[in-house]
């Protein structure tokens, strides 16, 4: 069940029809910098109030040195109309690149409410990006559990590394149950080369265990979202999006 959902959002708050979730606003942390805006759509199965959608989104980076490089993605919002107009904050990320990591890692900081991610050099097809966990409410039902017309995932990367080229995707499923807690969900952060869970999962899993039922979350994924249940455990991905950076000087 979700118990306290208000521990992944900092404020939550309704004016005049706009469901608006915010978050922790961080710096500009490198030079290099890019926008970026990738559009999709949701299945056309309705989703049920008390439900969870968990977004995730991943990313392959090529023009990355030997000596590593970090990438950040922030103040990122999931945009899309249901019953109202819903402009969610998903959690920063930081993903390092490191000559000495030997398998890919990720954590969620609570303290930041920020994805930390490790990866080898040679990164992965898939590499964790950042997620949210949406609690559906039960307006939804108001909307026949359906979104309406495009759901909108945006946000501003930086880098440290000039010659880096980014392609980013997203997908979301549904979950009957699901843990406010990210690190309970124990994120899967590479589709190959993770540390902890040597399997075929896609980057984006929650391979994490329920603490009360002992089930794993994978097993209460159902249809909706970009997803079609069963071991759809991330949903469909959107578009591939690609990031050409500019670099120079950040002022402010």
Not at 76 to 98: C, E, G, W
């Amino acid at each position: 069940m979700w118990k306290n959902p208000r521990t992944l959002f900092v404020a939550i708050g309704v004016t005049a029809g706009l469901f608006i979730v915010t978050g922790p606003v961080a710096a500009q942390p490198a030079a290099c910098m890019a926008q970026s805006a990738n559009p999709s759509n949701f299945n056309g199965t309705p989703i049920q109030g008390g439900s969870v959608i968990w977004f995730s989104a991943n990313f392959t980076a090529h023009g990355i040195p030997s000596t590593g490089a970090t990438v950040f993605f922030q103040n990122s919002t999931i945009q899309f109309k249901a019953d109202q107009t819903y402009n969610l904050a998903v959690p920063n990320a930081r993903i390092t690149f490191s000559p000495t990591a030997v398998c890919a890692s990720t954590s969620f900081d609570t303290l930041t409410q920020t994805w930390i991610t490790t990866v080898p050099l040679a990164g992965s097809d898939e590499i964790f990006l950042t997620g949210l966990a949406f609690p559906v409410p039960a307006s939804f039902a108001n909307a026949n559990g359906k979104v309406n017309g495009a759901v909108i995932w945006q946000g501003t990367f930086y880098t440290d590394a000039s010659d880096a080229d980014i392609n980013w995707k997203w997908g979301a499923a549904v979950y009957t149950n699901f843990s406010p807690d990210y690190n309970i969900d124990s994120i899967k952060p590479t589709h190959s080369n993770s540390c902890a869970y040597p399997n075929s999962d896609h980057a984006g899993t929650p391979e994490g265990f329920d603490t009360q039922s002992g089930s794993q979350f994978k097993s209460f994924v159902t249809g909706g979202a970009r997803g079609g249940g069963g071991s759809n455990f991330t949903g469909s991905w959107s578009g591939t999006q690609n990031v050409t950076f500019v670099c120079g000087p950040i002022i402010g």
